[in-house]
């Protein structure tokens, strides 16, 4: 029996469409996870609700508690992840308000703590990360948004870096040349972390913007506003079908 959680990136502090049935404190080793774990539904399936940037979205990408979130969500019994997460376009495909569902990540974070082993004298193992994404679930996220008539990019590459500042155009060509497609400051250690607890994870990523040195016009913070309310609606549709149909 599959239990799923979606976890809200900027623009999303509460799940949209769903109905509270009650929060929950959970402290884990590694503290407490960024919001209480808001258990729900959207149209009667059960979905528990994680603020990656708490409540009031007081929380920085680098000061995400990126452990206590995935332990949190692992010790209550979650074995799904629908990641949410807003980010910026750098191939020609990922306009704004497209819905991405990346395949692979390049990391370019440092200095979070990207990993539950490490505690001296335990046993670590070493996780597959050669395909970092659920494959079961990326299908399930790509059929419903095709059938949905979303705009739709089914397979990118997620360059997760450092933040809070944008990038430079600079290290947007250089993550172009690596073969990043969407950028975004989140991706990461989130979903080596899941991994490590064995939640199946995938993301479904909402560009809001063209990545910096994209286009001409520069960065524009109010189209990023306007984008993510495009790009909530789309992926409140797509949640609400996915959920529908199970995972
Ligand atoms: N870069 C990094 N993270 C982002 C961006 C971006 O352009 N847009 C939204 N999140």
Known sequence: MSKIAIIGGTGVSNM???????????????????????????????????????????????????????????????????ALAAVGGIADECVDQSIVIP????????????????AKHDKFEHIDFTEPYSAHIRKQLITVAGSLNLP?????????????????????????????????????????????LGIEYACCAMVVNRAPGKVDTGISFSDIEKNLKGGVAHVQKLITQVLAKGL
Request: charged share 20%; with cysteine.
């Open 152 to 196: 739709l990019v089914p397979q990118g590459v997620y360059g997760a870096t450092q933040g809070p500042r944008l990038e430079t155009a600079a290290e947007i060509r250089r993550m172009e040349n690596d073969g990043c497609t969407i950028v975004g400051m989140t991706g990461m250690p989130e979903a080596s972390l899941a991994r490590e």
């Open 103 to 118: 395949d692979q990540i390049i990391d370019y974070t440092y200095e979070r703590s990207h990993t539950f082993h490490g």
């Open 16 to 82: 949209p469409g769903m109905t509270l049935s009650h929060r929950e404190m959970v402290k884990t080793i590694y503290g407490a996870p960024s919001s209480p774990l808001i258990h729900g539904s959207i149209n009667d399936c059960d979905v528990i609700f994680l603020a990656r940037h708490g409540g009031r979205h007081t929380i920085p990408p680098h000061m995400v508690n990126y452990r206590a979130n995935i332990k949190a969500l692992s010790e209550i019994g979650v074995t799904h992840v629908i």
